[in-house]
């Protein structure tokens, strides 16, 4: 009714009151639940990074082995869930299939559907959400192989156990290198949450409708999938790659970045909020230099994205937009390091955002918040009369 503010994009709209995740854009600050991302990213592990975003504190010892011995706890699927991975052309793009996954989910626990759930009910529906999306990650990538997939084991913690599901064989016992758990928790630490992103307005709006959790974070997923946003980080190495192969002049390609004829973007670079660095590229930046060494890997993809950086914060183009590398400059060429394909980069993305995903459709069920409507003002035709088919 009455008078419509229009912000398309919703550049400068606060669609909610959140207290996960704060963010300073122009100092370059990020802090879930108050504690920095820095001290967050050396010390914490991804699941009490989950505990600390979905419950508001850092667990103590017993509830973290709590919590984790409730995750392992749900860590399988349906067995009747594998019948929708053989549904898939092998070919098939990881993010189609996960959020398609994610949703038939729901199919399998139906106590998610009930819109009033008990805070117990709630509890439970978010450890299973959690727990699974590992498992069903690693088998999006075992069935892209064609290989069998690996069942979740209950002596593994999460992310050992979502790289042995991964990276693991089934006739075999497969070491995973402790340089790769620890890089893949300071990965999904510095993913899991970013306040009123594109997903998470996406699965807090689809959510507000009291849709069950499944179906939200199915459509997180959606979102995320662009690469606007966490599609990015596929963009990027695809990009650093073309560099390559056309001869490496990044001067080249910083030119086609500024032109407004040509519809190139820097991918990487760029933020909706940050107008200085990120800080979780800067993380990033070091743990990649640092994991490249210990694993031993050379990739010149590497000095291209340093040269593209160095170059870009010196054009006064970039200067003048506050363009600085995101968080998905330099995430990529770690996840290749490791192993992973480039088009799983997303997924990993998305697995790292779950517990923000959770946490603020959580807090969006505990504000009570109203369905998420917005408004428009409205362009068309004022007031036509009809026409008959054959008049036209
Ligand atoms: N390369 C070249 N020019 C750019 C870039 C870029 N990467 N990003 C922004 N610009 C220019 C843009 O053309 C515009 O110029 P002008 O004022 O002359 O029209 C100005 O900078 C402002 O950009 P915008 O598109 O209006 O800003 P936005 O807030 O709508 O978009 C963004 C933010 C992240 C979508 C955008 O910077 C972008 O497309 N970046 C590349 C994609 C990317 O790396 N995305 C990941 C974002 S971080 C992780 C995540 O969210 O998942």
Request: overall charge negative; proline content about 4%.
């Amino acid at each position: 009714t009455g008078y419509v503010t229009l912000d398309v994009g919703y550049k400068n709209t606060g669609a909610t009151k959140s207290n996960i995740t704060f963010l300073d854009g122009e100092l370059g600050v990020l802090k879930y639940r108050g504690y920095p991302i820095e001290q967050l990213a050396e010390k914490s592990t991804f699941i009490e990074v989950a505990y600390l975003l979905i419950y508001g504190e850092l667990p103590t010892a017993e509830q973290l082995t709590k919590f984790q011995s409730d995750l392992t706890h749900h860590t399988l699927l349906h067995e009747d869930m594998k019948k929708f991975f053989d549904g898939f052309p092998s070919k098939s793009h990881p993010m189609g299939q996960l959020s398609s996954l994610v949703a038939a989910l729901s199919a399998f626990y139906p106590e998610s559907l009930k819109s009033n759930q008990t805070a117990e009910e709630q509890n439970q529906s978010i450890i299973k959400v959690l727990a699974k999306m590992a498992t069903v990650v690693s088998w999006i990538y075992k069935k892209s192989l064609g290989h069998p997939v690996i069942y979740p084991q209950n002596k593994y913690d999460y992310v050992t156990n979502f790289l042995n599901m991964t990276f693991g064989q089934r006739t075999e016992e497969v070491e995973i290198d402790p340089v790769v758990v620890s890089a893949m928790n300071t990965l999904l630490i510095l993913h899991a949450d970013h306040e009123q992103n594109c997903s998470t307005s996406t699965v807090r709006i689809v959510g507000s409708s009291e849709s069950n959790i499944y179906a939200s974070v199915s459509a997180g997923i959606s979102a995320l999938w662009g690469p606007l946003h966490g599609g990015a980080n596929q963009a990027v190495i695809e990009m650093l790659e073309q560099i390559k192969n056309d001869g490496g002049d990044t001067d080249k390609w910083i030119a086609k970045a500024k032109d407004k004829n040509d519809p190139f973007r820097l991918m990487g670079f760029g933020h909706r909020v940050y107008k200085n660095f990120d800080p979780r590229a800067k993380i990033i930046k070091k743990a990649c230099d640092d994991i490249l060494e210990k694993l031993g890997i050379n990739d010149e993809v590497l000095e291209i994205a340093k040269r593209l950086e160095e170059v870009a914060l010196q054009d006064p183009y970039f200067v003048e937009r506050k363009l600085y590398p995101n968080v998905d400059f330099y995430s990529g060429i770690i996840y290749r390091a490791l192993g992973f394909p480039t088009d799983m980069f997303t997924v990993l993305f998305a697995l790292g955002r779950l517990p923000g995903w959770i946490a603020q459709w959580k807090e969006m069920k505990e504000n009570k918040e109203p369905i998420g409507r917005p408004r428009q003002i409205y362009t068309g035709a004022t007031n036509r009369e009809y026409v008959d088919l054959d008049k036209r």
